[in-house]
T-cell receptor
Framework: DTAVSQTPKYLVTQMGNDKSIKCEQN?????MYWYKQDSKKFLKIMFS???????INETVPNRFSPKSPDKAHLNLHINSLELGDSAVYFC????????????FGAGTRLSVL | LAKTTQPISMDSYEGQEVNITCSHN???????ITWYQQFPSQGPRFIIQ???TKVTNEVASLFIPADRKSSTLSLPRVSLSDTAVYYC?????????FGAGTRLTVKP
């Protein structure tokens, strides 16, 4: 069983389209994250949710909207896709606390043409 | 947030011990030190975590001096499959950020 699963693994789309990436964790964690890793390989946090509430919201365009229907799911919806959105997006989860060890999904490679 | 500084890259050979040092001069009292490993096309994977002194598990050891202003990840007898990016994170769980990491290349 995959602890943190993301779908789809690959996403190729045209500029201007709207797309969603889904994430689910079966670890019973109460905190979930979305990260973006660009071509330079920097791993930047985008959002963090704790028990369905937004905790961290970095300087991300409002075209990106996370949605957490329950604490096991954190989906990422992106409107009006741009070329610069091409990257690998990682979902992660952790149990809130000082140690906060994060478990990552396999990533979704988004290519905007 | 405690800022971390690591070497950008390191090279090693199979069978050698590799030590990667991370500086975190403004570490706070409640902060833990956590190391992750990332292979190409995969998400980061937890390796080891510590607060002070030495921690060892089946994968690595983590050495933390008394002042906690740095930490050293030690990988014993590396193999080609240890080629990856290694990230050092410092924080109390509320907001921990990934730096640029250290790209370790293990050569035959």
């Amino acid at each position: 069983d995959t602890a943190v699963s993301q779908t789809p693994k690959y996403l190729v789309t045209q500029m201007g389209n709207d797309k969603s990436i889904k994430c689910e964790q079966n670890l019973g964690h109460d905190t979930m994250y979305w990260y973006k890793q660009d071509s330079k390989k920097f791993l930047k946090i985008m959002f963090s949710y704790n028990n369905k509430e937004l905790i961290i919201n970095e300087t991300v365009p409002n075209r990106f909207s996370p949605k957490s229907p329950d604490k096991a799911h954190l989906n990422l919806h992106i409107n009006s896709l741009e070329l610069g959105d091409s990257a690998v997006y990682f979902c992660a989860s952790s149990q809130q606390g000082a140690k906060n060890i994060q478990y990552f999904g396999a990533g979704t490679r988004l290519s905007v043409l | 947030l405690a800022k971390t500084t690591q070497p950008i890259s390191m090279d090693s050979y199979e069978g050698q011990e590799v030590n990667i040092t991370c500086s975190h001069n403004n570490i706070a009292t409640n902060d833990y030190i956590t190391w992750y490993q990332q292979f190409p096309s995969q998400g980061p994977r937890f390796i080891i975590q510590g607060y002070k002194t030495k921690v060892t598990n089946e994968v690595a050891s983590l050495f933390i001096p008394a002042d906690r202003k740095s930490s050293t990840l030690s990988l014993p007898r590396v193999s080609l499959s240890d080629t990856a990016v290694y990230y050092c994170l410092v924080g109390d769980g509320n907001d921990m950020r990934f730096g640029a990491g250290t790209r370790l290349t293990v050569k035959p």
